[in-house]
C-alpha cells in the first residue's frame, strides 16, 4: 500500500529490442576474428582458382604433347600405306613450283589442281609448298605438316570448351578427339579430309566468339568458312548447311548488328570469285565430278527414289550404330579393326551431353552444336557412304562428349576434390591414347591382310626404295613396275623417285599380248598374282627372281624378277592377236530399231554403251588398234551425218557409208591431233540424207601401237 508498481511498457509489434551492450573488448575480438575468418575463407578459395586455373593450363598444354605424340611416333608406319591421294599432294606442290606457280593449263594459282581426272584438290596442295621446298617430298614430311594442322584444330576445340561453354575440364576436348578411332587413323595421313574438319573447328569457334563477345569475329569466322568450302568437295555442302542454320538460328542477333553483316556479305562475295573462276574455266565439272562418284543423281530412277536416297543417306549419317559400332560399310584402309568410327565407350557421355544441349537450346552456343551435328551427314547425302566425306562429324561428338563428362564432373565433386577428379580423367584418357598408338603400331599392320588393290594397297615406300636400291646396283637396268596394286601408282612413282629414273609404269597386257624388245635388260616388279600367271604363260622360260618384298603378315608381295622369251613365243603371240582380231557380233536397238554390230573384243564396258545416249558410259578394246566397228541395219535407214565421241586421245577416223549391198562405199576420214579431253567428231555425209544399209568406223589410236586399246564413248547416227 502507497507504493506504485509501474506497468509494464507494451510491445510494439514490428519494433526491434533494444540490444543489450556487450562489452567493448568482446566486441572487438570477435569482429577482429570474423574478418581474419573470411579474409583467410577469400585467399583459399582465390588459391583454389588460381591452381585450378593453372591446373586447368597444365593440362591443356599436356593433353596437345600427348596428342602430338601420338601422331609423331611411327608417322611413316602407321596407317601402314602410303596412299596416292597423300602422294599427289606434294607431287602436284612440286609440278606447280616446277611449272612456274601455274597448273598444267597454264592458270596461274589455279582454285583447283587437277588429280587423275578431277579438278578436286586446292589448299591441300598449297600447304605443301613450303614444306616441299624445304624438305622434298618425305613421307614424314607430307604426313607430318597435314597432321600439324590438325593439332591446330584440335587446339581450337579446346578454346571451344573452354571460352564459348566456360566448363572445368575442357581440355579434356583435346584428348577425347585424340582417342577418335576414325580421327586418331586419317589425322596420321595427308588426306584432305582432316584439313577440311580443322577449318571447320576454328569456324565454329569463331562465329560464337561473334554471337557471344564481338560482332567483329564475323569476319574471320567467315573466311575460316571459305577455306572450309575450298578444303575438301564434301565441305562444300557441309558448310553451305551449316551456315543456313545458323543464320536463321541467329536471325534477330544477325539483324541487330545488320551493318556488320552486310560487310560480311561482300567478303563472302570476295571468297566466291575463286569458285566463280573456276567454273568459267571448267564448264560441267562439278557434274562431271558427280558422276565419277556415281551419284545416284544421274541414276535413271524416279524424282522420289531420288529423293528417298538423299534421306536415306543423310540419316546413315546420324547413326549411331555407324559411328559407334564396327561396321564393314567403310573401306577397311579407313577403319581401325575392333574400333567403332567414334569409341563406343564414350556414347554414354556424349548422349549425357546431347541432353544437356537440349535442355539449353535456347543458348545460341548449344544451339550450335546440335547445327554441326546435324550438317555432318550432308557430306554424304549426294553420293552415299563414305567416313572421309563425313569425318567433320567428329567434332560436334566429342564436344557433346566433353560436355557430358563435365556432367559427371560435377556429380563426383561432391565427393572427390575436382583436382584430384581432373588428375584422375587426363591419366586415363592419356592411357587409352598410348594403347592406340600401341595398338595402331604393333598389331595395326595385320589387322587386314588383303594388301592388293581392294585393300590396303600397300607398297608405296617398300617398293620404289627398292626400285631405287635395284638402280643404285644396276644403273643401266630399265625397271618397269605393276600398276595393278594401287589406284595412281605412278603418283607414288613420281613421289617417291627422281623424273629422271630409267622406271616406268608396267602395262601387264601389254607385256604379255605383245613381244617387248631388250627384255633381257629389263626388271620387272609384279605382285605375286602377275608371277603365277607368267609362270603358267608358255610364252616365257627362265623366270628368274631377284629379290621379294613381303607383306606385313610375312607373305611374299611383290617379285623382283628376269624374264626371258620361250622359243614358241613368236608363234603364239601371233596366234593370239589373230584370234583377238576375230570381231564379235551384236544386236543392239538404236532409236526403236534392231541393229546389227560387229565389233573388236572389249575389255571394259560394253556395245550398248556407245548407244544410250551418255557419253560419260563407254567401252574399250581389247588390244586391238584400230578399233572397226560395223554397223548393219535392217532396212535402208535415213542419215545424215555421224558424231562419234572418244577418249583423250590423237587418232584417225575412217568412215564408210553404204547405200546397197553391191554400191560402192562413200568414204569421210579425218587425223586429228591436240583434241580436247573426251572430244566430240562430226561427219556430215554428201548428198544428205542417204538411204544406208551399213556403216564402217575405223577409228585408231595413233599414240599406241596395234597393240593399243581404243576407248570410245558414244556413237550418234544423225
Known sequence: ???????????????????????????????????????????????????????????????????????????????????????????????????????????????????ASLYNLSLSVYLQLIPYLLFGKSVLVTRGTAMLVTAIGAIGLGLTLKNIFHIRHWWAGVLFLSITPSWFLHSRTAFETTLMVSFYIWFLYLYLLYRTRSPRYLYASLIL??????????????????????????????????????????????????????????????????????????????????????????????????????????????????????????????LTGLVSSLRRLRDTEYRAVLIALLAAPMGMALVGV????????????????????????????????????????????????????????????????????YGMQYGGKQVFGEVEASLRQSPDTLVFVSSIWANGADILERFFLQEDDPVWMLDFDGLVYAKVE??????????????????????????????????????????????????????????????????????????????????????????????????FTLARSRKINPAVLVLTFERPRSVQGLRLTTGTMDMTVIVRVYAGETAEPREYSATYHDLPEDPTIEFVFDDAPLKLTKVEISIQNLNDGPDGNVHIREIVLD
Request: charged share 20%; net charge negative; with cysteine.
Open 1 to 115: 500500500p502507497g507504493v506504485t508498481v509501474p506497468r509494464p511498457p507494451v510491445a510494439v509489434r514490428g519494433a526491434e529490442p533494444e540490444p543489450i551492450p556487450a562489452a567493448p573488448f568482446l566486441t572487438g575480438w570477435v569482429s577482429r576474428r570474423l574478418h581474419e575468418l573470411e579474409a583467410r575463407l577469400l585467399n583459399a578459395l582465390s588459391m583454389l582458382r588460381a591452381t585450378m586455373g593453372k591446373l586447368e593450363l597444365a593440362l591443356f598444354a599436356l593433353a596437345i604433347g600427348v596428342y602430338l605424340i601420338t601422331r609423331f611416333i611411327g608417322l611413316d608406319r602407321f596407317p601402314i600405306y602410303f596412299f596416292t591421294d597423300e602422294a599427289v599432294q606434294t607431287v602436284l606442290a612440286s609440278d606447280f613450283v616446277r611449272d612456274g606457280f601455274r597448273d598444267f593449263n597454264g592458270a596461274v594459282f589455279p582454285t583447283y589442281f587437277q588429280n
Open 518 to 615: 631388250e627384255l633381257d635388260r629389263m626388271l620387272f616388279v609384279l605382285t605375286s598374282e602377275e608371277v603365277t600367271k607368267l609362270s603358267n604363260d608358255p610364252k616365257f622360260d627362265d623366270l628368274r627372281v631377284e629379290k621379294t618384298i613381303p607383306y606385313p603378315d610375312g607373305s611374299i608381295g611383290f617379285y623382283f624378277v628376269h624374264l626371258a622369251y620361250s622359243d614358241e613365243a613368236d608363234a603364239i603371240l601371233a596366234a593370239e592377236r589373230a584370234e583377238r582380231r576375230q570381231p564379235v557380233r551384236d544386236k543392239v536397238s538404236i532409236k526403236g530399231e534392231t541393229v546389227t554390230i560387229d565389233h573388236p573384243a572389249f575389255d571394259s564396258g560394253q556395245v550398248e554403251n556407245l548407244f544410250d545416249g551418255d557419253p
Open 225 to 350: 568458312g571459305g577455306l572450309v568450302f575450298y578444303s575438301y568437295s564434301p565441305g562444300q555442302l557441309i558448310i553451305f548447311a551449316t551456315g543456313l542454320f545458323l543464320l536463321f538460328s541467329d536471325l534477330r542477333y544477325h539483324w541487330r548488328n545488320r551493318r556488320t553483316g552486310f560487310k560480311g556479305l561482300a567478303l563472302v562475295a570476295l571468297l566466291c570469285v575463286p569458285y566463280l573462276r573456276f567454273q568459267l574455266t571448267h564448264p560441267g565439272e562439278t557434274v562431271f565430278h558427280l558422276r565419277m562418284l556415281d551419284s545416284y543423281l544421274f541414276h535413271d530412277i524416279p524424282w522420289w527414289e531420288k529423293a528417298r536416297t538423299l534421306l536415306d543417306n543423310y540419316l546413315h549419317g546420324l547413326s549411331l550404330a555407324y559411328w559407334y559400332w564396327p561396321n564393314t560399310e567403310d573401306l577397311p584402309r579407313h577403319v581401325m579393326k575392333g574400333y567403332g568410327n567414334i569409341l563406343l565407350a564414350t556414347l554414354p557421355l556424349a
Open 386 to 453: 563414305g567416313l572421309t566425306r563425313v569425318l567433320v562429324f567428329v567434332f560436334p561428338a566429342a564436344l557433346l562428349t566433353t560436355l557430358g563428362i563435365e556432367t559427371i564432373g560435377r556429380l563426383v565433386s561432391r565427393r572427390l576434390p575436382s583436382p584430384v577428379f581432373a588428375v584422375a580423367l587426363f591419366a586415363l584418357l592419356t592411357a587409352y591414347n598410348l594403347h592406340m598408338l600401341d595398338d595402331s603400331l604393333t598389331d595395326g599392320p595385320t589387322w587386314f591382310t588383303n594388301y592388293g588393290l
